[in-house]
């Protein structure tokens, strides 16, 4: 079945396959890259906003992408400080809603409701946002949430995603490296965004 992946702003056409065993093998040359300079920062990211005491902070931080020292989310940096700060008065008037969320999905639909309409947001601001305030309230991501960067890296591994806010485990190749190497699904997101372009090169081999 022939497939549309993406890689470095061009389509290519790929078949929709089976991994094979060497695609399997330079997989996990970069699960091990992101396990070396990408885990520990979000492990930090987590423990940060877990130990944080006022939700109210932890909204106020998590709307203004403050994380590590008080640095801009990486994510973020381009969007102007009058962007956040309306974020932030939104989220803060539905703090309510926000910390009674039961699970991240809930959490997440919360957010992407309040923020709907709102200029400058997308899908990646209210996924990370709301990844911050769950970290605080013990509701991490138990799927894996479809942004563009996170998607394109999906469709360079032939994974059906259309019509999908997310998609799971059960749905990779090779898913069975990412269980060895322990990455759960908010990692899995990450990794599938940062490294999109070598997935394209691993996956879209003649």
């Known amino acids: 079945m022939s497939k549309k992946l993406f890689t470095k702003g061009k389509i290519k056409t790929g078949i929709f396959r089976n991994a094979a065993l060497n695609e399997c093998e330079e997989l996990e040359n970069y ?4 396990k070396n300079n ?14 944080m005491t006022s939700i ?13 020292k008080g640095k801009r989310h990486p994510h973020h940096r381009r969007k102007s ?34 923020l709907n309409g709102t200029k400058g947001i997308g899908p990646l601001y209210c996924y990370d946002t709301a990844f911050l ?9 138990e799927k894996i949430y479809l942004h563009a960067g996170t998607k394109k ?18 749905d990779i190749p090779c898913c069975e490296i990412f269980e060895r190497k322990c990455l759960k ?12 372009e070598q997935l394209a090169l691993i996956f879209l081999k003649k």
């Open 31 to 34: 699960l091990k890259k992101y």
């Open 38 to 51: 990408y885990s520990k920062a979000t492990t930090e990211e987590i423990k940060a906003f877990k130990n």
């Open 56 to 68: 109210t902070d932890v909204i106020e931080k998590a709307a203004l992408m403050t994380v590590g």
């Open 81 to 114: 400080k009058k962007t956040l700060e309306t974020a932030k008065d939104i989220l803060l008037k539905n703090q309510t809603e926000i910390s009674k969320a039961d699970n991240f999905h809930n959490l997440h639909e919360i957010i992407i409701k309040a």
């Open 133 to 141: 305030i769950g970290a605080h309230l013990g509701k991490l991501p």
């Open 153 to 170: 890296g999906a469709k360079n591994m032939a994974i059906d995603v259309w019509g999908k806010k997310y998609i799971e485990m059960k």
């Open 185 to 196: 699904p908010y990692e899995i997101e990450d990794f599938l965004c940062i490294y999109k």
